[in-house]
């Protein structure tokens, strides 16, 4: 990644107008509203909500909407699009691709995470990473895989695949929603007959951190894989895979990072690369073959996942992406949302008829907040919030909590909280 310096970035960005930097032809269709001319402080001095406010304008968001749902979808900022523009009409103008660049792209992506490039492959998503550690790992009857009820189905749905193909037995670990006794939880049901726990380091359903590096450490002291699905940790919070010291790690690019859809990446740690059975094979994923003698040698590092012709305008956006939370100062970003999200759980703590569910102890907490209210259906509730008052958040049946979830990130603000604030108590007093 090239050198970079915030202030350059900001002024860029928002200094003299959107043309010098978003050199795409439609780019006014994306945004419903021009940049102010005036400058705001440096990225690294960002402190008020109105400075912050400034940092939404780089992405390309509906003003009539407030968006909740970065955990679902995130928003890629203009300079993701306009790197995956420009990547995708150089790869036309040159028609070739762009696996020279592949180490470079791993390299920042370790960067940001805390792993060895030779040790990521990029895929499409985090189920798909999760589907490569249920194939390419060996399984039989009567083995054991030990989960939680909080997953989410792309998590989930692999395990439940398996146990109805093979007979494997799926273990589910009902969580503590305070998050303090999850380690002595999901330790109490692993046994002689597992054989691989697969956990969210963040849950989808309320946002609570699971003590992934207490668990790690577990399961190497009974030899026994771990698999991370970090499909809300990246971007949300700091992630250090070697210090989680795990064996899988999957994620995805389009939810915190704020990268293009259909990214993500699997880790793989070197000592269980050897119990992989290679599902799919093509170029790039040997090491040596020839046809004639029938002779195929895969490749030793798990890079031969991204066999044949890949997408790398998309890579490429995801790099981007990676280089955008830098500028803004990824410290910042989690400091932010986390400030926000403790302001809204003391302002629905006012709300009588909600009970919320995410952790209220901050080291299980993130900036992801899940209520319910008494007196009213979840899924009306989140139509009437959509529609009527226009707040998009997330509906939650995973694990039958009925509830809904608020996603804050970067782009949100205490006007959009107190806004929401304010048309749930109107709702309740209907009730």
Request: charged share 25%; hydrophobic share 35%.
């Amino acid at each position: 990644m090239s050198p970079f310096n915030r202030k350059d970035f900001i002024k860029t960005i928002l200094g003299g107008g959107l043309a010098s930097f978003l050199n795409i032809p439609f780019a006014n269709k994306l945004l419903d509203s021009s940049f102010s001319e005036s400058q705001p402080k440096s990225l690294s001095e960002l402190e008020t909500d109105e400075e912050w406010e400034r940092i939404r304008e780089l992405f390309p968001l509906q003003k009539s909407i407030s968006y909740f749902n970065t955990a679902g979808l995130g928003s890629s900022p203009i300079s993701v699009l306009n790197s995956l523009h420009q990547h995708l009409i150089n790869s036309e103008i040159k028609s070739s691709e762009d696996r020279n660049d592949l180490l470079k792209l791993k390299k920042n992506l370790g960067d940001f995470i805390g792993a060895e490039p030779q040790d990521l492959a990029f895929t499409r998503n985090t189920t798909e990473g999760i589907n490569i550690v249920a194939r390419e790992l060996s399984f039989k009857k009567g083995d054991e895989i030990v989960s939680t009820s909080h997953e989410h189905v792309g998590g989930a749905s692999p395990w439940i695949m398996l146990e109805k193909e093979m007979g494997i037995k799926v273990k589910l670990v009902e969580l503590d929603l305070t998050g303090q006794e999850n380690y002595e939880l999901i330790r109490s049901q692993i046994n002689s007959k597992t054989k691989l726990v697969c956990i969210s380091h963040v849950c989808c359903t309320t946002g609570m951190i699971l003590p992934v590096k207490q668990i790690s450490e577990y399961c190497k002291s009974q030899n026994i894989p771990l698999c991370v699905d970090g499909a809300q940790a990246s971007g949300l919070i700091p992630i250090n895979i070697k210090e989680l010291d795990v064996d899988f790690y999957v994620s995805c690019g389009h939810k915190w990072l704020f990268g293009p859809k259909g990214t993500g990446f699997i880790f793989v740690n070197k000592r269980v690369l050897p119990l992989l059975k290679p599902l799919f094979a093509g170029a790039y994923s040997d090491k040596s073959f020839d046809l004639i003698d029938h002779q195929l040698e895969f490749e030793d590092q798990i890079s031969r996942l991204e066999y044949g012709t890949r997408n790398w305008p998309l890579i490429h956006g995801l790099n981007e992406a990676l280089n955008f939370h830098r500028n803004i100062g990824f410290e910042g970003e989690v400091k932010r949302n986390q400030e926000l999200a403790e302001y809204f759980k003391r302002q629905l703590q006012s709300i009588e008829s909600i009970e919320i569910l995410s952790p209220s102890r901050k080291e299980f907490s993130s900036s992801i907040v899940t209520f319910r209210m008494a007196g009213i259906d979840y899924k009306k509730l989140w139509t009437i919030l959509l529609e009527t008052y226009k707040h998009r958040l997330r509906a939650i049946y995973e694990n039958r909590l009925n509830g809904l979830r608020v996603s804050i990130a970067i782009y949100n603000n205490k006007k959009q909280i107190d806004q929401l604030i304010k048309d749930l108590n109107e709702i309740a007093k209907q009730l």
